[in-house]
């Protein structure tokens, strides 16, 4: 089943943008997904597996390596992605 993810990173940190750099780069690494940035969020289109791995994985990483912080997800049974409408 194909999904897609939108998340938003909110650091309680002041070094927030440096913070939320780092995982985007790590989200955009991953072949499996295809992954979309923008100014207010990251979304994130694949296989239903592979997307909540990564976001496993990445929230995971986040949160040990950063302390306090917040994550805001949306999920749709469904690939919304707009590449490939084109």
């Known amino acids: 089943m194909k999904i897609s993810l939108e998340i938003s990173l909110y650091p309680l940190d002041d070094d927030f943008l440096n913070i939320i750099t780092d995982i985007v780069e790590r989200l955009n690494a991953d072949t499996q997904v295809s992954v979309l940035t ?42 919304l992605n707009p590449k490939n409408k084109l």
């Open 38 to 79: 923008n100014t207010m969020s990251t979304q994130v289109f694949g296989e239903f597996e592979a997307v909540m791995s990564l976001l496993n994985e990445t929230v995971r990483y986040s949160f040990e390596t950063y302390g306090k912080q917040v994550f805001v997800a949306k999920f749709l049974n469904s690939d």
